[in-house]
């Protein structure tokens, strides 16, 4: 059975960094897309960025410029690199990855920004 684990995230004042990493275990076959969602309280699950194994990228336009995507296929691991923080980057992050109709999901990850 195919599982999304995540590590990272936490507490850091605005202006900082974090990064975020999920790990597929449980998979014979690579990804061919991963990428992050985030939810805040009280609002919709957004997509924030997403990369292909072939390292094609697309951001969120509140993130370009802050936050990098990254994978690396021989881990089938995504990480995401936020930089420059923001108390509205505060959100759960949950990985994402979708397979022959299949959406997986991480458990999510708590990222807090202070101001």
């Known amino acids: 059975q195919v599982q999304l684990v995540e590590s990272g995230g936490g507490l850091v004042q605005a202006g900082g960094s974090l990064r975020v990493s999920c790990a597929a275990f449980?998979?014979?076959?690579?990804?061919?897309?991963m990428g992050w969602y985030r939810q805040a309280p009280g609002k919709q699950r957004e997509l924030v960025a997403s990369?292909?194994?072939?390292?094609?990228?697309n951001y969120a336009d509140s993130v370009k410029g802050r936050f990098t995507i990254s994978r690396d296929n021989d881990k089938n691991t995504v990480y995401l690199q936020m930089n420059s923080l923001k108390p509205e980057d505060t959100a759960v992050y949950y990985c994402?990855?979708?397979?022959?109709?299949?959406?997986?999901w991480g458990q999510g990850t708590q990222v807090t920004v202070s101001s």
């Open positions: 994402y990855a979708p397979r022959a109709n299949i959406a997986y």
């Open positions: 449980g998979s014979n076959f690579l990804f061919n897309a």
């Open positions: 990369i292909t194994s072939g390292g094609i990228t």
